[in-house]
């Protein structure tokens, strides 16, 4: 969702460009059929296009509103535990791995904690 709030002014800026630039004719000797309304339908898609990529901005920022407050109420252990476990490339075991050596757990202590804060956050998010 941060990355669709920060980029899509980018976007926008991209759609309208390729709207405003001229296509180029391909010339390769045979007959053109061309389409007399292919100008309308062009500027017709990237106005829908546009208006899609604001629908999804609109969307980003309403559930930054919803999930920021409550990510900001766990604490960094917390924050570094689900990060891990859920936004990092590496494996699980990996991640149990990484948990443990930083916060000084063992494994079960590690998926304890981990489930444990995944309850937080579902409460901070959505209540009793």
Known sequence: MKYIIDHTNEDIYVVECRMTSPRN??????PNRSNPNAIEDKLAAS???IDVIRER?????EYMEWFKPAWDELTDDERYILQEFFLSSGT??????NIGEKLFLERSQVYYRKDKTVGRLALLLYGK
């Open 57 to 61: 901005y609109r969307q980003a920022l």
């Open 47 to 49: 106005i829908d296009e």
């Open 92 to 97: 699980k075991t990996a991640a149990v791995f």
């Open 25 to 30: 004719a391909v010339i390769n000797g045979m």
